[in-house]
């Protein structure tokens, strides 16, 4: 199964910072970037994503599943 590739984007807004996984897109040497997952203020990604690294399993989104990330 090959890898999608993907990152983390950080994005400040309304004095918060969020955070997403997403995907850039190369068309016509323009890149453009599609959100795949929003994990949420940076407080709660970082809960967050600490939830899946020990209970990976039970922890992961299925929606990232179904998109191929695992």
């Known amino acids: 199964m090959g ?4 990152f983390l984007k950080f994005v400040l807004a ?3 910072r969020y955070v997403y996984l997403a995907v850039a897109e190369k ?5 453009k ?6 994990f949420g ?3 709660t990604a970082l809960e967050t994503m ?3 690294r020990d209970d990976f ?3 992961f989104p299925p929606e990232l599943k179904d998109k191929g990330y695992d």
């Not at 068309?27 to 890149?31: D, E, F, L, Q």
């Open 57 to 59: 399993e039970n922890c």
């Open 27 to 31: 068309k016509n040497k323009r890149v």
């Open 3 to 6: 890898q999608i590739p993907g």
């Open 50 to 52: 600490y939830g899946m």
């Open 33 to 38: 970037t599609h959100i795949v997952y929003r």
């Open 14 to 16: 309304k004095e918060r």
């Open 41 to 43: 203020s940076l407080e």
